[in-house]
C-alpha cells in the first residue's frame, strides 16, 4: 500500500500507519514524495513505514510489484536485520512520454470535485507536462524529487487530455508542473494539438506560470485553446522581498500579465506569501494593497512555511528542525501563537491577525462579490460559506 507522504500530512501518518497495520496486517506499507524522501530513514526507524522510495517512484513501484529482490529496486530505503538500507537512486527518467496514463476510469470520480475556487460545476483531475523546474524559488522544494527538468512533447499530453475526457466525462483539467507552458513554442504545440482534437469545444483547463513568461497575445491563444485559469505566484508586494525570494520576477510584469488576464477574459488567481524573512507589518501591508491593486479574481494568502527541501529551511532551522509537522501548514487555522515561522520583530499572532486580514479585505469587497456572482465563478452558497469562515476567523479573539 503506497502513500503520498508530504510536510503537512505527516503529523497523521502515526495513527493511519496504525489503522493499516490493524486493518491489513499483510499488507506492505510503502511512502513516497518530499518528506518521505528527505526523513526516509527517521521514517522507517520509527515503525512508520516497510519501504520508503526516494525520488521519483515509477520506476522503484513497478519493480516492486512485479516482486523484485529489494536490494535491486533504485532508490529503496528498507529496514534490514533493524538496519536502514538505503539503495542507490537510478537516473531520473528520461522520457516522460514513456509512462503509461493514470487509470482514472478505476476510480469513483464523483467523490472527487472541483474546489469551488477552480469550479463549483465540475469535476477537476490532473495533468502533468513537465517535471522539475528551472527556477529556483527560495521557498520551493519542488526540485527535491525531480532535479533535473524534462518535457513531454504536446501531441501526447493533449492525446492524454482527449482520452481522459472520453473515458471520464471530466472537462476540466489542472496542470500539476511548476510551470506550464515552459516557453512560447510549448504554448503553441499544446494549442494547436487541442485545437486539432476539437478539445477546445468540449474541455477547459487550468496552470500556473509566472507573470515573465505570459503576454496578451500568449494568454489569448491558450484561452482560444480552452484556457480558463491562470494561476501566477505574485508572492509579495515588496520590491526587495520579492527580489530576494524569487528572482527576475517584478511587480510591474505582476500587473501586466494579471491585467492581461483580465482584458483577455481569463480568470486569474494570484498566490501571496506572508511572513517571509525580513518581513515586517509594512511590508505585509503591501502585499495586501498590492493584491487588491490587482484585477484578480482570486488571492491567496498563506503564511511562509519554510518546507525541507527549500532554503529557505535550510536558513530557518540549520541541521535540527522542528519535528512537530503539523505546524509546517500555511493555512491551519490557529491564533498564531503554535505557528512554525515568524520574520523577527512579528509575533507569530501578528501573522495570523495579517492572514485573516487580508482575506477579508480582498474578498470582502462588493465590486469582487458582484463580478463572481454574475459570471457564476463561485456559487452563492460557497460564497457564503467562505465568507463567513473569513468573517470568523478575522473576529475570533486571541487567547
Not at 486569474?268 to 503591501?286: D, H, K, Q, V, Y
Request: charged residues 25%.
Amino acid at each position: 500500500m503506497g502513500i503520498s507522504l508530504l510536510t503537512p500530512g505527516a503529523a497523521h501518518l502515526p495513527a493511519l500507519s496504525e489503522l493499516i497495520r490493524k486493518k491489513r496486517p499483510k499488507a506492505r506499507l510503502v511512502l513516497g514524495n518530499i518528506h518521505a524522501t528527505l526523513f526516509a530513514r527517521e521514517l522507517l526507524q520509527w515503525g512508520l513505514a516497510d519501504m520508503v522510495i526516494r525520488g521519483e517512484g515509477e520506476t522503484a513501484a513497478a519493480a516492486l510489484a512485479r516482486g523484485a529482490a529489494l536490494r535491486e529496486v533504485p532508490g529503496l530505503s528498507f529496514l534490514e536485520n533493524g538496519r536502514v538500507v538505503e539503495n542507490p537512486e537510478g537516473p531520473p527518467l528520461a522520457d516522460l512520454d514513456t509512462l503509461p496514463r493514470p487509470a482514472w476510469r478505476l476510480l469513483d470520480l464523483s467523490r472527487y470535485p472541483a474546489p469551488p475556487i477552480f469550479s463549483f460545476k465540475k469535476r477537476l483531475l490532473p495533468l502533468l507536462a513537465s517535471r522539475g523546474c528551472p527556477f529556483r524559488c527560495y521557498f520551493c522544494a519542488q526540485n527535491v524529487l525531480s532535479p533535473v527538468l524534462r518535457k513531454r512533447s504536446m501531441e501526447p499530453v493533449a492525446e492524454e487530455m482527449a482520452a481522459v475526457h472520453a473515458e471520464t466525462g471530466v472537462d476540466l483539467f489542472w496542470f500539476s508542473d511548476a510551470v506550464f507552458p515552459l516557453s512560447p513554442a510549448d504554448a503553441e504545440a499544446f494549442c494547436a494539438a487541442v485545437t486539432r482534437r476539437g478539445l477546445h469545444k468540449k474541455v477547459r483547463w487550468i496552470t500556473e506560470t509566472r507573470v515573465d513568461m505570459v503576454d496578451r497575445p500568449l494568454i489569448r491563444m491558450m484561452k482560444k485553446a480552452g484556457l480558463s485559469m491562470l494561476i501566477f505566484g505574485l508572492e509579495s508586494g515588496n520590491r526587495e522581498i520579492l527580489a530576494r525570494v524569487k528572482p527576475g520576477v517584478s511587480l510591474s510584469a505582476a500587473r501586466r500579465a494579471v491585467s492581461a488576464c483580465r482584458k483577455e477574459g481569463v480568470l486569474s488567481l494570484g498566490l501571496f506569501i506572508l511572513g517571509l524573512p525580513g518581513e515586517t507589518a509594512e511590508t505585509m501591508s503591501e502585499t495586501l494593497a498590492f493584491a487588491r491593486s490587482l484585477p484578480l479574481d482570486f488571492a491567496k494568502f498563506n503564511r511562509a512555511v519554510p518546507y525541507p527541501g527549500s532554503a529557505f529551511f535550510r536558513d530557518a532551522f540549520g541541521e535540527n528542525p522542528p519535528r512537530d509537522w503539523e505546524r509546517y501548514s500555511p493555512n491551519r487555522e490557529t491564533d498564531g501563537s503554535d505557528i512554525i515561522f515568524s520574520p523577527e520583530g512579528v509575533s507569530g499572532r501578528d501573522l495570523a491577525r495579517a492572514q485573516r486580514r487580508a482575506f477579508l479585505s480582498f474578498y470582502m469587497r462588493p465590486g469582487l462579490v458582484a463580478r463572481h456572482l454574475l459570471r457564476g465563478s463561485i456559487s452563492p452558497a460557497n460564497m457564503l460559506a467562505g465568507g463567513w469562515i473569513v468573517l470568523k476567523s478575522s473576529i475570533a479573539p486571541s487567547r
